[in-house]
């Protein structure tokens, strides 16, 4: 797994505590963090805009979403790598 996506939204207080958790857990992680609007795309304001924060891969695969949770990122991370 090379790229993370935070679906985020302005604004969003949940978002912002989400990306300052994953900061903290992974600063290691953040230069693969593209953190983007929701609301950006038909695909993901449809699927996701009511469950916001939500880190996919680039897949489009659902790790976590409303809180961050590190050891489905690690999992997640552990996974991609044995593929």
């Known amino acids: 797994m090379s790229a993370l996506t935070l679906l985020s ?11 300052e958790a994953f900061a903290a857990a992974c600063p290691d992680l953040l ?13 993901w304001a ?16 659902v790790i976590c979403e409303t ?4 050891t489905a990122l690690r999992a997640a991370l552990a996974e991609g790598a044995a593929r």
Do not use: K, N, Q, Y
């Open 67 to 70: 809180f961050f949770d590190e």
């Open 9 to 19: 939204r302005d604004g969003c207080g949940l978002c912002e505590e989400f990306l």
């Open 46 to 61: 449809g699927r996701w805009g009511a469950l916001i924060p939500v880190l996919i891969d680039e897949d489009g695969t």
């Open 31 to 43: 230069p693969r963090l593209l953190v983007a609007d929701v609301d950006s795309r038909p695909g």
